[in-house]
């Protein structure tokens, strides 16, 4: 028999309400991330509407909560943690658990954050650190009141599969859950929410957002040194080289402790490469080899299963934690290690803990399973700022309450499409995704591959297995150093864009749906028949935009799937230019595009500015249309928290017209508060002309 679950929503800060139901839940997502969530940020975004009319349900059927959400016909429903194929998650059902992506949108994912965004502008989030199963429209009660209306499917074409239903089952295996529900107006805003509530997006170190490179896993200090050489000749840029297994003694379980063969002076290669201006990254995984040094202190404090013969210590228990901290920063930190890649902290089940296993904080192997990847971000980003210093890396297991530590989700799934979509998708849940790039069959894959890795959270290589270098089909590597440039000197843009990200909550990297514009123009225009001849703009908004993405305000990513000659790119509301040229390239409508080999399409917003790294540390704004533009330059010594004390610049750049209407640019400091890194501001007006 189900029971009622009375309960009250309380405000935790404007446009937030959260309410603990059922019994008091003992942790959370948030507790065991142990984020604050950034109160004066969310108290600038103003007060919005409580979203719910209708009425939320919640009840206890046989040691489940089960909680109901009002759903209305037309909404549709994003979110839900990394997903690599669908983008609207309406009329589906997940069962949220942290695992390898198995190649379908089912819920085990890298980061299945229970967290859902809705198009009417409003967010739902289950701080808890069980498994969630979420019906997302798609079960039907017969009490509803609104239910679908049975059809003949003999006789009806209209007849559904799965009929819609109104409203979001939320199913927890737990006495007790916490809600958090988050305001819009709109879906970014909501999103905002959501990402200023678990503590704000991340801000990388400025060398986080160049170029990496991961090495074959047994490479050798004079292979890495070589590597870093021959990047140098080809005039490619690097700045973050990444060790794989190889550096330790003994991986698959870990020893974290250098292997001395292959690298018998590990501060010297540290050394040699800070000289360069280049950063070392140390690939590791959870799990202490009984011949590790620290395995005797960590395995009373571990728990009861084994992963590859290593010990699974327990970092919830501040002690067990404090033994790897004390000797990551002693062997790894101190001697100029940069940063972790934290691999296999996901699943498959047939090798991880089971959910039954033991822990010594009493945490179930459920928990352990959901928050693992939580609990390493949390340590490894403490070694790092306890020294006053930014970190970023990989980690392949997240979830809700991750926002805000550095690290990027990467994995082992390979297919490209689909590795577009979790860009796109990422952005709804307040996770990062590197679609890193391993091998390919062909240079226009490769080409293709590398291209959008430089448009993404982390401009990544991984040679681990693959021995592939940038320069491995000599075809491509011209284009290939231009893209990698490219990166290189958007710097000033994305850097501005992690810091909204940060400062205000913006994801840097969007889906469309997220986009002002897109929803609005699908309203009135999507209804009837749709015909791809007709009116191909409404058809493209209608379905799901899963192949193209924005980054930071006004730039937006079209990519070319290698043996793909041409494609259509959907242009929503307002004018866009390409970013190449200047020229004008629609507005409101589905353009062909062909590119060739070379580029991968790139549009910029009427109004858009985009700057640049220029010569001589100037900054290079290039101006797109023809509309006045304002963009808020970011700006810090990039790579101390000093941020945080108020320690960085504000530049407003702006374009306007004279009275003779001749466009001009002009940089307002509005901040200024360190040394800044540009030496003065070119603008330069893309051709905008229609
Ligand atoms: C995999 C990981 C790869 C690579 C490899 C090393 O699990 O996804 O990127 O690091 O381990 O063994």
Redesign the pocket.
Known sequence: MAIQVEFQWSSRAPGVWSSRMGGDPEDTLLSIAGVESRSEALKNMGDTQFPFTGEVKVEQVKGRMVLRFPLGDDEKLYGLGLQFQTIDQRNKAYHLKVDHYGGKDNGRTHAPCPFYVSSKGYGVFINTPRYVSIYAGSANRKDSPNPPEAKDRNRDRTWKAHPDSDYVEVAVETAGVEVVVFGGPTILDAVRRYNLYCGGGCLPPKWGLGIWK?VP?LYTDKQVMNTVKEFEERDFPLDVVGL??GWHSK??PCTYEWDNERFPEPGVLCSKLMEKGLRINL?ENPYVSPEAPIYEKLLPLSGTHNVWCGIVPDYTLGEAANILKEQHRRTHVDIGVSGY?V??CDGYDRWLWPDYAEFPSGHTGEEMRQTYGLQMQKLTTEIFKEKNQRTYGLV?ASNSGGVSFPYVI???YYKFDDYITALCNSGFSGVLWTP?V?GAKTAEEWVRRCQVVCFSPMAMI?S??SQMELWSFPEVEKALREVMKLRKRMLPYLYSAFARYHFEGIPPFRAFAMENGILAAEEGETDGDLDDTENPYAVAVAKDVKDQFMVGDCLMVAPMLPEQEERDVLLPRGDWFDFYTGEWAGNGQVIKVKPGLEKIPLYVKDGGMIPLMGENNTLSVQCYGDKEGRFLLYDDDGETYDYEKGKYNLVELATTKDAEGKRCGKAEIKQDKVASSYEGYQFRFMSGKR
């Open positions: 991961r896993s794989e297994p991986s698959y690939w890649k691999d296999e392949r990467y994995n082992d890193e391993r991984n681990w297995a």
